[in-house]
């Protein structure tokens, strides 16, 4: 395997360095070396009265590891032990989008988090950048860390690539978890249409420059001090965007939503195979206030999944990691407990395909 350094969040790896080191601070360090940041980077509190090992996986959680994959680093956050779950973020997002769900499942479960390519800390290189490759990504980074099977957990786009996984490595898939989805119908924010226009790739740089943000940053700073605080749902929208004044994120956002996104509104749907996913445990989570896919999907994809768990959560948004962390946490961790791994064989699958023509 591979070997693997681990850094912060906040020591990014530095791109312009090559061969077998790199540079923190500007000291060179050795790959197999371990570099910790002292500085806690969690974006969430250990719970009252849940102990040491709660606060540890905490910590285990908002720390940032890399591995190389095919020439590019994949950056990824690891936590726990047991059964392994591989959550999958959306569009413009990163692993960040777990973190306020990680500890507690990590209790139980080994949870694996990787940022996309294009995306967060991993490489952003001129590439692939559709739904099968990404599945295929998640297919390689879990046989690069040693696992055969997996619970996918998707959010948003992550949803589209869970379901691509699925269909694509039936025999990885032991569960199946969709987060207000992509890849469920046409309907889409009319934000993300316009933004798969041409010439958005030069729009982009001048709207979201780094001044721009610094000034804006600094503005949220002042209003923090007054004890005005933006809500976890904007926060995490801001830091998506902020993301992308990186010329190389910029790039790879736009090849990723026109993969699966034009003015019309989504170019994907799962709809046609979704009845493969009966073999394969199911929830559906949505906010019924969901303002970037509506919720109408989430009762679409139910009806064509039989045997599939529906859950719509009153009054949320299409953040939910953010917006309701501990009811997410509470829904998944049901939802593993009362359901078994599926355990597709090739001959099944060819049965189910068969059967439907």
């Avoid at 070997?3 to 790959?31: I, L």
């Avoid at 509190?45 to 020439?71: D, Y």
């Avoid at 269909?167 to 569960?175: G, K, S, T, V, W």
């Avoid at 019309?264 to 009966?278: E, K």
């Amino acid at each position: 395997m591979t070997e693997r350094v681990v850094w912060q969040a906040s020591q990014p790896p530095d791109d312009h360095t090559s061969g077998c080191g790199r540079t923190v601070g500007g000291m060179a360090t050795s790959r197999s070396r371990k570099v910790v940041d002292t500085r806690p980077k969690a974006k969430v509190l250990p719970l009252p009265g849940l102990g040491a090992t709660h606060s540890e996986l905490v910590r285990e959680a908002s720390i940032t590891r890399w591995v190389k994959l095919h020439g590019h680093d994949v950056a990824y956050r690891q936590a726990g032990s047991g059964p392994v779950l591989v959550m999958i973020h959306g569009i413009a997002g990163s692993s960040n989008t777990w973190v306020p769900v990680m500890p507690l499942l990590a209790e139980h479960f080994t949870v694996i988090a990787p940022d996309l390519l294009g995306h967060g800390e991993s490489a952003k290189p001129r590439g692939d950048y559709s739904l099968g490759a990404y599945a295929s990504g998640i297919r390689d980074l879990l046989g690069l860390l040693g696992h055969e099977r997996a619970t996918v957990i998707g959010h948003s786009l992550g949803g589209g690539i869970a379901m691509q996984f699925a269909y694509q490595f039936p025999q990885m898939a032991e569960r199946m978890v969709l987060v207000c989805s992509g890849g469920l119908g046409k309907e889409v924010s009319p934000l993300l249409r316009a933004l798969s226009l041409p010439g958005t790739e030069y729009l982009l740089p001048v709207v979201l420059n780094r001044q721009l943000h610094s000034v804006v940053g600094s503005l949220g700073n002042v209003l923090g001090r007054f004890g005005i605080r933006s809500d976890p749902f904007l926060a995490e929208v801001w830091g998506s965007w902020s993301r992308l004044t990186d010329l190389r994120a910029q790039r790879a956002f736009i090849h990723t939503i026109r993969a699966v996104i034009d003015v019309s509104g989504q170019r994907v749907s799962a709809r046609d195979r979704l009845y493969l996913a009966h073999e394969i445990p199911t929830m559906i989570v949505w906010g019924d206030q969901d303002a970037v896919i509506p919720v109408e999907h989430a009762h679409i994809a139910h009806e064509l999944i039989p045997g599939s768990r529906l859950e719509i959560v009153e009054g949320a948004g299409h953040f939910l990691p953010f917006e309701h962390p501990d009811r997410l946490d509470r829904l998944m961790r049901d939802f593993l407990a009362t359901t078994k791994p599926a355990h597709v064989s090739s001959q099944r699958w060819h049965e189910v395909l068969s059967s439907h023509g």
